[in-house]
C-alpha cells in the first residue's frame, strides 16, 4: 500500500482519532511477515499494546503498520469510523463504474447518505473518513 496511506495512518494515530485494536494485523516494511495485536494493556501507565511476531512479542512502534488488505484489520478500521463519528450505521461498500466495473471504495455515513468518503481501496476509502471525522 502507499506510504501516503501509512503516513496519514501515522498522523490519525498521533491525533487520537485512530488506534490500534486487538486483531488487528500489521507489517513492518522491509520484514517478511505479519504481526497481530493481542491485546490493549488497560495500564494508565501509557503501556504500548503487545504483538505476536513469529515466536516472540515486540511493542510496536513507528515502523509498523495496519495490514491494509487484511480483512479482520479493515473491521476493526470500520469499528473506528462509526465509533468517530458516533454511527452504528457507517458501511463501506465497492463502487462500480457504468460498464459494471470496480472503480473504488465508498464509506457512507448511515444517517446521512449525502456524506461519503472515497478511496481506490476500501482501505483508503475508511482512512479518509477518519481523517474527516470531528
Known amino acids: 500500500?502507499?506510504?501516503?496511506?501509512?503516513?496519514?495512518?501515522?498522523?490519525?494515530?498521533?491525533?487520537?482519532k485512530a488506534e490500534w485494536m486487538p486483531g488487528m494485523k500489521a507489517r513492518t516494511p522491509g520484514m517478511s511477515g505479519h504481526a497481530?495485536?493481542?491485546?490493549?494493556?488497560?495500564?494508565a501507565r501509557g503501556l504500548h499494546p503487545w504483538w505476536a511476531w513469529g515466536e516472540c512479542l515486540t511493542p510496536p512502534d513507528e515502523g509498523v503498520y495496519p495490514d491494509w488488505d487484511d480483512p479482520a484489520t479493515l473491521g476493526c478500521l470500520l469499528a473506528l469510523v462509526r465509533k468517530a463519528w458516533d454511527d452504528p450505521q457507517v458501511h463501506a461498500a465497492p463502487l462500480c463504474g457504468m460498464k459494471n466495473d470496480h472503480v473504488g471504495w465508498r464509506v457512507w455515513l448511515g444517517r446521512d447518505l449525502t456524506l461519503y468518503f472515497d478511496g481506490d481501496t476500501e482501505a483508503e476509502?475508511?482512512?479518509a473518513a477518519l481523517e474527516a471525522a470531528p
Open 125 to 127: 476509502a475508511l482512512v
Open 1 to 16: 500500500m502507499s506510504k501516503e496511506l501509512e503516513v496519514k495512518w501515522l498522523e490519525l494515530l498521533k491525533a487520537g
Open 36 to 43: 497481530m495485536m493481542l491485546a490493549v494493556p488497560s495500564n
